[in-house]
């Protein structure tokens, strides 16, 4: 079975500064990890995925992820945001081989203020 | 190149009260999941179609729930006797295969936000 944490429920950031959101993972097999955005009212839509190959994954939206095996960590971040970006982030892990739940984070609401 | 849709978008009934929930997936995926979204919360696996057949109902809470996709593309999520802990929204996603590599990302709908009073 895999579990995702994800420590801040909130990060509040100025527009324009960067951002880094956390996320650690366990699993006793390898996994695929995902970062979901989910605006008001709206449903998940994918930001970026690893399933193999290159640690450093670049998504939509200027976000960027990086695997770290050996801490289980799939941190996302961003050089500047914008207040568009104002949202909720989903991470999440699934094992890789057949079919595997996805299984999500609790979320951190990102507040982009001017 | 519609993603994939939801029906009804909001649902209010009363305790006790049957509920259909309705998903449209992507055109062409064989894989269809449903999630619960409890508020502050992730969301949470109930069950996974691959074709007409449940793969995995592993995360259906209780008898009450049961889902079903009789032609291998649309889905109903039924729910009897509801109960005031069961409002949540409930996601819909869909993907190419269930198989590993890019068939894995899985496609979200919109959700229908379900009020038991």
């Known amino acids: 079975a895999q579990s995702v944490t994800q420590l801040d429920s909130q990060v509040p950031v100025f527009e324009e500064a960067p951002v880094e959101l956390r996320c650690n993972y366990s699993?006793?097999?390898?996994?695929?990890l995902f970062w979901y955005v989910q605006y008001p009212n709206q449903g998940l839509q994918l930001l970026l995925k690893?399933?193999?190959?290159?640690?450093l994954v670049k998504g939509i939206n200027g976000f960027e992820a990086e695997f770290n095996k050996s801490q289980t960590s799939f941190h996302l971040r961003k050089p500047s945001v914008h207040i568009s970006d104002t949202a909720e982030y989903f991470c999440?892990?699934?094992?890789?081989?057949?079919?595997?739940?996805?299984?999500f984070g609790t979320g951190t609401r990102l507040l982009v203020s001017p | 190149g519609a993603g994939v849709s939801q029906t009804p978008s909001n649902k209010v009934t009363e305790k006790g009260k049957y509920v259909e929930l309705r998903c449209d997936p992507i055109?062409?995926?064989?894989?269809l999941y449903w999630y619960r979204q409890s508020l502050g919360q992730g969301p949470e696996f109930l069950i996974y179609f691959q074709g007409t057949g449940a793969a995995d109902d592993s995360g259906l809470p209780n008898d009450r729930f049961f889902a079903v996709r009789p032609e291998g593309s649309v889905s109903t999520l039924k729910i009897q006797r509801t109960e005031r802990g069961d409002s949540a929204v409930y996601l819909c996603?869909?993907?190419?295969?269930?198989?590993?590599?890019?068939?894995?990302?899985?496609?979200f709908g919109p959700g229908t936000r379900l009020l038991v009073l």
């Open positions: 699993s006793s097999v390898s996994v695929y």
């Open positions: 996603a869909s993907s190419l295969g269930g198989g590993s590599g890019r068939q894995e990302t899985q496609y």
């Open positions: 999440a892990v699934k094992g890789n081989t057949g079919f595997q739940k996805l299984v």
């Open positions: 690893y399933l193999s190959g290159s640690t």
């Open positions: 055109s062409g995926h064989t894989a």
